[in-house]
Nanobody, 124 residues
Framework: QVQLMESGGGSVQHGGSLRLSCAPS????????MGWFRQVPGEEREGVAT???????MYADSVKGRFTISKDNARNTLYLQMNSLQPEDTAMYYC??????????????????WGQGTQVTVSS
């Protein structure tokens, strides 16, 4: 099982931007479906965005138009560009890969590899 390493979290004000990055511990690792999820203490993990090997993306309604998921295949790195951040975006953000589903979805239980998470805090 590959290790995924997130970076880029931090604290920003309402309306600010952040870019999260996720890289696998093995450069040669590839996954047909990768995604970003987030979790607030006491709540279930929520799917934010996913991207499949064809570049097809899926977003949660709450982030459509504000977040963009992308993958740099040369660097084997997954990104999440987050713009117009709102206090309700505050959460621990996790990178995920290795989906057991034939369809790349926002369902967390489909994914078998997870990063440790990076905290995003948005102040009002």
């Amino acid at each position: 099982q590959v290790q995924l390493m997130e970076s880029g979290g931090g604290s920003v004000q309402h309306g600010g931007s952040l870019r999260l990055s996720c890289a696998p511990s093995r450069h040669s690792y590839s996954s047909d479906c990768m995604g970003w999820f987030r979790q607030v203490p006491g709540e279930e993990r929520e799917g934010v965005a996913t991207i499949d090997r064809h570049g097809i993306t899926m977003y949660a309604d709450s982030v459509k138009g504000r977040f963009t998921i992308s993958k740099d295949n040369a660097r084997n790195t997954l990104y999440l560009q987050m713009n117009s951040l709102q206090p309700e975006d505050t959460a621990m953000y996790y990178c995920a890969a290795d989906s057991s589903s034939p369809i790349c979805t926002l369902i967390s239980v489909d994914f078998n590899s997870w990063g440790q998470g990076t905290q995003v805090t948005v102040s009002s």
